[in-house]
């Protein structure tokens, strides 16, 4: 008997090493620039969500960083990836979730500029995160709907969402179709930061995009 595990979503979970630092570098800039950003027309967050996602704009404080953040993140994708591999980045941004901050179940299926195709996966970078207080991310899962749809399998279906046991330093990355949220925020004195960006692999073993 073997098992075979048909189109399976796999994501990935790392841990960026020099977090610490990061967090002693960018925090207290973070929070500064979050005071006068407001939630994109069209999301369904709270005000109390402050973002700096805004499609093709570079913000200063990831600017600032952003040899720094790279670095980080390429020894996540150094783990990850066993063959060699090239990338595109786009979309890089933050946000700071204060007292009740959400976000609604979302995907990240774009065509964002820099990019000629649309992105491979999405990472989250959790730069500041009390496990105590704050909520985790929450993914859905993609075939929820055809799920219920099956008499046979909706009776031992309880639940298409799933948490995942984040700490601070996580590194994830996950397809870019796969629907995630963010329940509200609890009463904390620590911000809840997290650094978002989409990827495209370019090249990978000896496949290569044209």
């Excluded at 601070?168 to 796969?178: A, I, K, N, R, T």
Aim: hydrophobic share 35%; charged share 25%.
């Amino acid at each position: 008997m073997k098992l075979l595990y048909l189109f399976p979503v796999v994501s990935y979970q790392s841990k960026i090493s020099n977090n610490d630092e990061l967090k002693d570098m960018m925090l207290s800039d973070i929070v500064k620039e979050s005071k006068s950003l407001k939630v994109p027309e069209g999301w369904a967050a709270p005000d109390s969500l402050k973002t700096s996602w805004s499609e093709g704009d570079i913000h200063n404080v990831l600017d600032k960083h952003q040899s720094e953040l790279y670095s980080s993140y390429m020894e996540c994708f150094d783990e990850i990836f066993d063959k060699e591999y090239e990338i595109k980045v786009s979309n890089i941004w933050f946000n700071l979730y204060e007292e009740g901050a959400s976000q609604e179940l979302h995907d990240h299926i774009t065509n964002p500029n820099g990019l000629m195709r649309p992105a491979h996966f999405s990472c989250i970078h959790f730069l500041s995160y009390d496990k105590n207080v704050h909520t985790p991310v929450q993914f859905c899962d993609p075939l929820g709907g055809s799920r219920f749809l099956s008499p046979s399998l909706s009776r031992d279906y309880v639940s298409g969402l799933i948490d995942v046991d984040i700490s601070e330093g996580d590194f994830l990355m996950f397809p870019c179709y796969l629907q995630h949220r963010v329940k509200p925020q609890k009463v904390s004195d620590i911000p809840r930061v997290t650094i978002s960006f989409n990827i495209r692999l370019s090249k990978y073993g000896d496949s290569e995009e044209e």
